[in-house]
Structures are given as structure tokens and as C-alpha cells.
């Protein structure tokens, strides 16, 4: 069943990759627009498979988070304030600045997520509205500062945005770095490279460690859980906070990794794509990033179609609008979700306060 | 019985702080209604004051306005599009000097309210006037020339004979020319240049503008496949673009301002920006409110190319000397760029 | 909530004194979660150099200061009662329903094109009598079909909801950009932005005052919350909505159609979500205009949390958010503080609502004996 999900989507993504390649081959030779797909498609599944890992940690353990975004918004902001603090204030120079904000970002969402474990298990809040409250607070916060901090009044620069410290720089894998053409695909900047490896450790930390058996126990059956002598409260704590600290990694991206500025409202409902990620995943992290990446290539798809606008047969012209080409990544979640994969299962206890 | 009790003391807490607010807050207010103070209001369309785009940049004209000519000055922000006219009441009903209000979006909106306050004078940037109403004077530009300029000084320096641009939403009419003038001035140089224009045209309003790392993934997209001048126009979305550009070392086009100076990542690689004088525009209407010699109707702004900075050695002698000849035919009207006003419908 | 609940329970003695009474305990601890929530929310303006007593001043003269104000709190809080009774019918269906933004674009197009295109295709004018009905129904619909879609789906397929509204909203954010940037843009020669033409006057609900912008929308929204109470708790259907909610295997054991249920109760919340569009369009704009509607779907979910899932705390939700956006621009024009700092209260509030437990510590009050389920995650 797993093997055939898992086919399925490789050969979603390689049609989506194909279509450009058919439609763009006049213009541009198809290894170069392989390699091009596969580097767009990378990028954005990016924050999408931190993020859906943020939920698998969470939801895994028995807490519905539907706070990711918040999260991911909140630690793109104050990673990349600290950033440019650390460059502008201490002249602390770029590399170091970088590695303090990610540092900070990191922190951000760890602290976002220790909040929503506390309203979750402590408080007992239902756990939809902790989500929601991060995701307001997040909004308002990094709003609010980015606009006190950096314009005008108030403004600890003096009213004009500092100078960044750059992005993370891009790392070279030996060996699978140096193989001509495809090599570039592996020349990735650290958190990508990282969302990567988590996705690896995530699976073995879940299905071959003790944690990860005591996690999806309080997630499946808290109560027998309690009576084996786990702590509930204490591992639903821990693994939202982890996967907060992963979120803050998801935030980092944003301002950090991919572009140096912040921007409010930047992360854009990515979070919430992240949620459909570790959903239509099955709330596993190969499936999340199977998810992920069959969003990155759909997204992928509509840049390289409006790149090729001109060469769409007439009678396809409906796809000339870049709005309608909009719609194909959502549309085809949908198709692959319905059709494929269907019914998919929560955790027992998911979303559920667990009283003692 | 007793949580009645706190009930009222709930109320009295309120009631409380709502007073000790209101107080202390309307002494402070300048009154515009006297003749001796001049006062500048700003409404923003949808979009942030912040934007580093044109929301931004007409603000910092209202700003020398307040430092030059000592006016008081304020901005709204709009958070819904619905809100247009009352936010424009807000400072009507202050007896405001001048309103300014940014954007095409709001042209009906200033319309409505320049004939409701006769004795107010209104600036509408980017907002094109079909009649001329004495206190209304929209601050328009050529998008489309500079976005030609820029085309044509991209078609010369491309290596590959592939150049692109990264682009807002083109239902924003000031894009729309901005990349149509591109593409029309990459064809006046050499018809055989593929320019690739992507708009960013799958997203709300709110977002088009402020998707940086959109812009920056199309940027790199388009690079990988050969492109070597990127022309990002498009606020912050554009700036990703041109981060994406200097991240794979080609030429980069900044738009609205000369981005040497907002987007500092991307000097290195900064062949020129397409610019709208937005800042200069909004302080000499400002001025003439002021003076009494506003004038009516559309008023037209300036559009530019920026200097080459950085990458000035990079630009050949006679590159140089094709941009000021076809800047010199823009500006006489010996050449046109043949793009029209808005995207048409369809 | 004091007005209708004092009409259905009449007919018991000295029900009111209870209800009085009921009516107080429920609301003291959510106002002083407000009144907390506005002391950080103080503390959070002052900690960046602003004068939290001028904003909250400003913040309450713009949303009830005046008569103009007032009328732009209803005005501003009208879609958000729609689009919170849309998310808090869901909630008491089991259902999480992020997809109300979409439902409502989508809703406010729909009507928008009945209200400018019928009379076209026709060729004639259409009274009034005839004509905004269908406008207004062609919004429902709309929003009713796009809620549909993911109920049938999860019915049908086992599909999850949150995944099918949230992929559905950034297609009927596309779908309306295409058409309002394309087939139903605004033909006049003069227009350049992305709207639809102005509906025809018989689509047009008729203005109230000339001089404030209060509309009927606004009072159909209230009664729309107590036909909302009355489907949920005075009928048969609202009793299955409220039974495959809370326990859908009791559910089917007592004989409920749980996937009819599922299906029935997206496509009533679409629908609402819907009805919020078209009344934006018939009441208020008269046209929809890309732009309008930015992040009411979400502030729903708050709204309809912060009145814990019930029709008439939906309402005072709607009021509270509606009156603080509102009243933000004058807190703006008076201190230049940003709006922004309006997301961070509303985050409050609904913490300290929501997590009563905190105020209750803060005010040695203390708990209720029984607690309300509001939402049940994911679940099955």
C-alpha cells in the first residue's frame, strides 16, 4: 500500500515535470529544464516539510497544531530582526549574524510551541483555539514591531532599514556536487539540506526509538500510556516544543535562507499548506514530504508555464492566464488526495486533552 | 449573589480606564481648521506604508512637505478596500489641507470626495483623470517608457538573447505598462529577444506585492533556463527577483526608485532601475497646493532609468549613448512605445 | 444573547431572573478576559514607546464614539457574523471549516453576476421582488456548492476537510482574480480595476440613511443568527448536526445519516460563508472589487471560538472584532500606532476567553461545573 502511494506520487511529479519539458522543448534543451524543476520544486517544499514535520510531532503526540504558520511568521520575523541586530548594532559581521538568527528563530518557535503545549495541556484549551491564537498573535506581533522597530517613530535604526546580513550561503556536497549538470541540484543551502536530514530522523526518532513508540503512545492511547508509567503531560509537552523549535527552523527559511527581508504576512497561508502536507501525509515525514514536493513541482509547474506562455498550443490558451495555471497545484492536491489517497488516519487521541 | 459584585466592578474597571484614556488624549490634537496650519493627510491603498514601493515613496514626498514647508502630516492606513471613503472623511472632517491618496484603486473614492470638499485639494497618485475637477490633480507617469528604456538597455546587455521580467499583478495598470514597455523596448532593439514576463497574477492583492521569495524562485527559474538580465518590478516581490539575480550573478533591474539604494544586495549586479519620481512628484504638488497654483486634471510625473552605479565599466560606450538617444526620442515623442494604458480586457 | 433567549423560555416562571443571572455569570468572565487582554495589550503598546491610554481612547471613539462610528461597526461587523455562524455551524458538526474566505469570494462573484449580467441576458429589467432574491440566492448557492465539495468529499471518500477548504480557497482566489481581471472585468473604458460593473438597481437592497452606511445586511445577519440557534437546537436536523458533532458513533447507533449529515452541514456553512459575499455586494458595494474581503475566513475561525462555537456569541464576537478594526483607523490617525497591534488584542482576548482557567486564577472565580466541547481536532 505504502510502495504504491509512494510510486503514485514519483510519477505525479515526474508528469508535472514532463508537461514542461513537452511544452518548453522547443525552447529550452530538457535536461535544463529537469534540473530547473527539480531546484523550484526543492525550494518551495522547503518550508512546507518543516512545517508539515512540526505537525507530525505534534499531532503525533496528541496535539492538534494548527498554529504553524504563526510560528513560521513569528520566527521569520524575530530571526531576522536578531539577524540584522547582531550585523548593524554589535557588527557582529554576516556569517555569525546569520547562525544568531537562525539560532533566534529557532528559540521563537520553540517559545511559540511551549505556549501552545501550555494552553493545550495544561489549560486544557481546546486546541484549535491555541492554533489560532499563535496565528493572530503572530500576525500582530511581527506586524506591529516590524512597523515600531524599523519606520519612523520609534525606530531603534533611525528610520531607514538596515542593511541585511545576506542569506545562507550554499553548501558543496563532495562528491554528488561534482557530477556535471545534475551536480547543481545538490549544491543546497543549510536548511534545506536540514529539512531533509529531519525528515530521516524524524521517521527513525518515530518508529525505532523508545521516544518515538512513548510519542505516538500518548498520541494513540494516553490513558494506557499513563498506566505503563509514562508521563503523559511531560511527552505531549516536549514533542510540541519540538516541534515548535522545527517551525522556528520553517521561519528561518523565509528571511534567512531564501530572501533577506521580512515581509508581514510573508509566509503567505504556507503554514496551512504544510498542515494539508502532513494530512494528506498521513501524519508520516516521508509522506509529509512526498506531499511537499508534489506541491513544490505543481508550483513549479505554474512558474515554468507562464515562462513559456508563448509556446502553449492555442487550444490550451485557457492556461495563458497566470490565475488559471494558479489554480493547478490546489486543484491537483485535491485530485491526488481524493482519488489516491482517501480516507486518512489521525491519531487516536489527537486533538484530545488528556485529564488525569 | 456576589459575582454580581464583580460584575459591577468588571464595568467600573472599564468604565475607569475608558475615562482616564479619553482624557489626556485631546489636548494634543493640532487643529487644521485654522488658516496658519497647514496640514497633509495621506491614505494608502490596500497595501503598507512600508511597502518600500509607492506607498512608501509618496509618503516620503509628504515628509519633505513637512520638513520644507512645516506641514503637519499624518497617514491611514487601508486595511479594506470598502474602507476608501471613510478613511479619506477621516481627515476631510479634520479640515485637512491636502489629501493625498495612493493608487489607482482609490480613483473613484478621490473623485467622490473632491467634489463633497470643494475647499480641500486632493492629489491622486497614479490615478489618471477622464475630467478635470480644479482640486483634484492626479499624479500620473509613463510606466511604459520606463519600462522601455530599461527593455531596451536589457535587450543590449543580454549575452544569451533571453531577458525576463519578474512582475506584481498585471490587473495593476502601472505593472502591466511597466512590463509591456519592457518587452516593447526589448523588441525595438532586436526583435529576436525572447523576454519572459511573469506576473504574479495568482494571488490575492494583499500578497502580489509582498512575496519575496516567489519573486526570487521565478528569478532563479528563469535563470536557469538562460536568462541573463531580470527585471523585477513589483515592490517586494520584485526585490526577490532581483536578490535571485544576484545570488546567480546576472543583471538585475530594480523598478519605482533607483534600487541601488533599497535593495543594498543587489548592487553588485544593479544594471539600472526603471523609475517613477513619486517622492519629487508628490512635494511639487504639494507645493503648489500650498502656493495656490494647484493644478486640475492629470499631472505628469517623470520616468527614468537609474545610473549604472556598480556596473558602470560593464556598460559599453555605445550602449550608453542608444539608452540617451531613445530617452531623448521618448521624451520629444519621436518614439513611442506603443503599449496601451491598461491591460485589455479579455 | 439577552434579547432572543428571554422570548423561548417564557412560558416558565421566573425563568427570567434566572436567565438574568445566567446571562451575567456567562458574560463576567469573558469581559474581564477583555479587560485583561487589554492591559497586556497595553503593556505590549507601551514596551514599543506608544501611549497605550491614546490608542485605547482613539481605538473606542473610532468604533462607538459617534453615530458615524457606530454605523461603520455594524458595517464592518455584518460579514463577520456571516462568516462566524458559517465556521461555528461547522464546529458544532464536527466539521473545521478554514474555507469560509473562499466560500465567501466566491459568494460576493456570484452575486455580483446575477446582480449585472441577468438583466443583460434578458435584455429586459427584472423587479426587484424577483431580482435581489435571486441575487442574494445566487451568492448562498455559490458558497453553499463550495462548501459542499469538501463535505461530499470527506463523506464520500474519507477525504479531510481542513486539506479539501484550505486547497479550495486558493482556487476560488484564483478563479476570482481570472474572472474579475477577465470575463466579468468592468467594461467601461475608464474602469482599471479588477471589479465587477455595478449591479442593477432592482439587486440593490435598499439604503437605510443617506448620511451613514448602516445597512439592512446588518440586521439580517441578527436574525440569521437566531434562525441559526433555532436549526441547531429546535429542529431534528440541528439535533443530527449536533449528535454526528459530538459523537458520531452514538450517531449511528441512534439511526443518523452520518455522511448525509457531513454533507448537509458544509454545504449550510458555505452557504453562510456565501450569504456574507452577497450581502457585501447587495447592501454595501453594490459590485465586488478585488481587494475587498482580506482574511474574513480566517477572523471567523477567532470569531466563531470566541463565542464558543454558539450562534449568539458568534454575534458578540463579530461585534467586538468588528468594532476594533473599525475603530483601528481612528487609534491610527490619532497616535500612529498600526493596526497591527489590533491582531495582537484580538489574540488576547480570545486566549484569556478561551482559556478561562487563567482568568479565573487571576479573579478567584470559580469554574463552572460543567465544561463545552468546542471543536474536536481532527479526529475521525
Known amino acids: ?356 | 449573589m456576589y459575582k454580581k459584585l464583580y460584575v459591577i466592578v468588571a464595568v467600573l474597571m472599564l468604565a475607569t480606564m475608558l475615562l482616564s484614556a479619553c482624557a489626556p488624549a485631546a489636548e494634543e490634537k493640532t487643529d487644521c481648521s485654522k488658516a496658519e496650519t497647514f496640514c497633509v493627510g495621506l491614505v494608502t491603498d490596500v497595501g503598507k506604508i512600508d511597502d518600500k514601493s509607492f506607498n512608501q515613496s509618496t509618503w516620503e514626498g509628504v515628509k519633505q512637505a513637512e520638513s520644507e514647508l512645516g506641514a503637519v502630516v499624518q497617514y491611514i492606513e487601508t486595511t479594506d478596500s470598502k474602507d476608501y471613503d471613510k478613511n479619506i472623511a477621516t481627515f476631510a472632517d479634520e479640515k485637512y489641507d491636502v489629501i493625498v491618496t495612493v493608487g489607482f484603486a482609490l480613483g473613484e473614492a478621490t473623485i467622490a470626495a473632491a467634489k463633497a470638499y470643494p475647499d480641500i485639494k486632493f492629489i491622486g497618485v497614479d490615478q489618471s483623470q477622464s475630467e478635470v475637477i480644479p482640486n483634484l490633480a492626479g499624479l500620473v507617469f509613463p510606466e511604459d517608457k520606463a519600462g522601455f528604456l530599461v527593455g531596451a538597455l536589457a535587450a543590449q546587455m543580454s549575452e544569451t538573447g533571453k531577458i525576463g521580467a519578474v512582475c506584481g499583478t498585471d490587473a495593476v495598470p502601472a505593472v502591466w505598462r511597466f512590463g509591456e514597455g519592457y518587452r516593447a523596448g526589448a523588441a525595438y532593439i532586436d526583435p529576436a529577444v525572447e523576454v519572459n514576463v511573469v506576473y504574479h497574477s495568482d494571488v490575492g492583492f494583499d500578497k502580489t506585492f509582498t512575496d519575496p521569495e516567489w519573486g526570487k524562485t521565478t528569478a532563479i527559474s528563469m535563470i536557469d533556463k538562460g536568462v541573463d538580465v531580470v527585471f523585477g518590478a513589483g515592490g517586494k516581490t520584485g526585490n526577490g527577483a532581483l536578490a535571485g539575480a544576484a545570488e546567480k550573478g546576472v543583471f538585475a533591474i530594480g523598478v519605482d526608485s533607483d534600487q541601488y539604494f533599497t535593495v543594498p544586495e543587489a548592487q553588485k549586479v544593479l544594471l539600472s532601475s526603471a523609475m517613477k519620481m513619486l517622492t519629487p512628484g508628490t512635494l511639487e504638488l504639494i507645493k503648489m497646493a500650498k502656493e495656490g497654483s494647484f493644478p486640475g486634471g492629470d499631472y505628469l510625473g517623470l520616468a527614468g532609468y537609474a545610473p549604472y552605479h556598480d556596473v558602470e565599466s560593464q556598460v559599453p560606450a555605445d550602449v550608453k549613448a542608444k539608452m540617451e538617444e531613445i530617452d531623448k526620442a521618448l521624451a520629444d515623442g519621436s518614439l513611442e512605445t506603443g503599449v496601451a494604458p491598461v491591460k485589455p480586457g479579455g | 444573547m439577552d434579547k432572543s433567549e428571554p422570548q423561548v423560555k417564557e412560558e416558565k416562571p421566573n425563568a427570567f431572573i434566572r436567565i438574568v443571572k445566567q446571562v451575567g455569570n456567562a458574560l463576567l468572565v469573558p469581559l474581564l478576559a477583555v479587560i485583561t487582554a487589554m492591559i497586556v495589550g497595553g503593556l505590549v503598546i507601551a514596551g514599543a514607546k506608544g501611549d497605550p491610554f491614546a490608542a485605547y481612547a482613539g481605538l473606542f471613539e473610532g468604533a462607538f464614539g459617534t453615530l458615524r462610528a457606530l454605523s461603520e461597526t455594524t458595517v464592518w461587523a455584518t460579514p463577520y457574523i456571516f462568516a462566524g455562524l458559517a465556521v461555528a455551524l461547522a464546529f458544532k458538526g464536527g466539521l473545521f471549516n478554514i474555507g469560509a474566505e473562499g466560500q465567501l469570494a466566491l459568494g460576493a462573484v456570484a452575486s455580483a453576476w446575477v446582480g449585472y449580467r441577468l438583466p443583460e441576458l434578458l435584455g429586459t429589467t427584472i423587479p426587484g421582488a424577483i431580482h435581489l432574491p435571486l441575487t442574494v440566492g445566487a451568492g448562498m448557492l455559490a458558497g453553499a456548492i463550495w462548501g459542499a465539495i469538501p463535505g461530499w468529499l470527506k463523506a464520500k471518500t474519507g477525504a479531510h476537510e481542513v486539506i479539501n477548504t484550505i486547497m479550495m480557497n486558493y482556487i476560488a482566489l484564483n478563479l476570482v482574480s481570472y474572472l474579475l481581471n477577465g470575463p466579468m472585468k468592468d467594461p467601461d473604458p475608464l474602469n482599471v480595476i479588477a471589479r465587477t460593473p455595478l449591479i442593477s438597481e432592482g439587486a440593490q437592497i435598499p439604503v437605510i440613511f443617506s448620511k451613514y452606511r448602516f445597512h439592512w445586511g446588518f440586521i439580517l445577519a441578527l436574525v440569521v443568527a437566531f434562525l441559526v440557534w433555532w436549526l441547531l437546537w429546535k429542529t431534528t436536523l440541528g439535533f443530527e448536526i449536533r449528535t454526528a458533532g459530538s459523537n458520531p458513533d452514538a450517531g449511528k447507533y441512534a439511526g443518523i445519516n452520518v455522511s448525509r449529515t457531513i454533507v448537509l452541514t458544509m454545504t449550510l456553512s458555505g452557504m453562510l460563508a456565501g450569504l456574507a459575499g452577497a450581502i457585501e455586494v447587495t447592501a454595501l458595494n453594490y459590485r465586488h472589487e478585488l481587494g475587498f474581503s482580506q482574511g474574513y475566513g480566517f477572523d471567523a475561525i477567532a470569531i466563531a471560538l470566541l463565542g464558543k462555537s454558539h450562534p449568539f456569541g458568534a454575534v458578540v464576537g463579530a461585534i467586538l472584532f468588528g468594532a476594533m478594526r473599525n475603530g483601528a483607523t481612528r487609534m491610527q490617525f490619532l497616535t500612529q500606532i498600526p493596526v497591527d497591534v489590533i491582531s495582537v488584542i484580538q489574540a488576547l482576548i480570545l486566549l484569556f476567553v478561551a482559556a478561562d482557567a487563567i482568568v479565573r486564577f487571576i479573579y478567584r472565580i470559580r469554574a463552572p461545573r460543567e465544561q463545552v466541547v468546542l471543536t474536536r481536532g481532527w479526529g475521525k
Open chain 1, 1 to 356: 500500500m505504502e510502495i504504491r502511494r509512494y510510486t503514485f506520487i514519483a510519477l505525479i511529479i515526474i508528469v508535472l515535470i514532463g508537461v514542461v519539458v513537452v511544452v518548453g522543448k522547443s525552447e529550452v534543451s530538457p535536461g535544463v529544464i529537469i534540473v530547473s524543476m527539480i531546484a523550484t520544486t526543492i525550494a518551495v517544499a522547503t518550508p512546507l516539510t518543516l512545517g508539515a514535520l512540526t505537525g507530525v510531532f505534534c499531532e503525533r503526540a496528541g496535539v492538534v497544531n494548527i498554529g504553524i504558520e504563526g510560528m513560521m511568521l513569528a520566527s521569520a520575523f524575530f530571526g531576522w530582526f536578531g539577524a540584522i541586530y547582531m550585523n548593524t548594532i554589535l557588527k557582529m559581521g554576516a556569517f555569525p549574524s546569520l547562525i544568531i538568527g537562525v539560532i533566534i528563530a529557532v528559540i521563537t518557535g520553540g517559545l511559540l510551541g511551549l505556549l501552545h503545549a501550555v494552553l493545550s495541556v495544561t489549560f486544557k484549551v481546546d486546541q484549535i483555539i491555541g492554533g489560532t491564537v499563535i496565528n493572530l498573535l503572530a500576525v500582530g506581533i511581527s506586524g506591529f514591531l516590524n512597523r515600531q522597530l524599523f519606520f519612523e517613530k520609534g525606530s531603534i535604526f533611525g528610520g531607514q532599514v538596515p542593511h541585511a546580513p545576506g542569506v545562507l550561503p550554499r553548501l558543496h556536497i563532495p562528491l554528488l556536487g561534482d557530477i556535471p549538470v545534475v551536480g547543481t541540484v545538490f549544491e543546497q543551502q543549510p536548511i534545506t539540506i536540514a529539512a531533509i536530514l529531519l525528515v530521516i530522523i524524524t521517521h527513525y526518532v518515530l518508529f525505532y526509538t523508545r521516544w518515538g513508540l512513548r510519542t505516538r503512545a500518548v498520541g494513540e492511547h494516553p490513558r494506557a500510556a499513563d498506566t505503563v508509567g509514562i508521563n503523559v503531560y511531560r511527552m505531549r509537552y516536549l514533542n510540541v516544543i519540538i516541534g515548535g523549535l522545527i517551525a522556528g527552523l520553517a521561519g528561518a527559511y523565509f528571511t534567512l535562507e531564501s530572501v533577506p527581508s521580512f515581509e508581514p504576512l510573508m509566509t503567505n497561508g504556507r503554514g496551512f499548506i504544510a498542515l494539508a502536507a502532513m494530512i494528506f501525509g498521513n501524519w508520516s515525514p516521508f509522506g509529509s514530504w512526498a506531499a511537499a514536493l508534489v506541491f513544490g513541482a505543481a508550483s513549479a509547474l505554474q512558474i515554468n508555464l507562464q515562462f513559456f506562455r508563448e509556446l502553449i498550443p492555442p487550444q490550451w490558451a485557457f492556461f495563458q492566464s497566470s490565475a488559471v495555471v494558479g489554480m493547478v497545484p490546489y486543484i491537483l492536491t485535491m485530485l491526488i488526495m481524493t482519488g489516491i489517497i482517501g480516507k486518512t488516519r489521525a491519531p487516536a487521541a489527537d486533538g484530545i486533552p488528556y485529564e488525569k
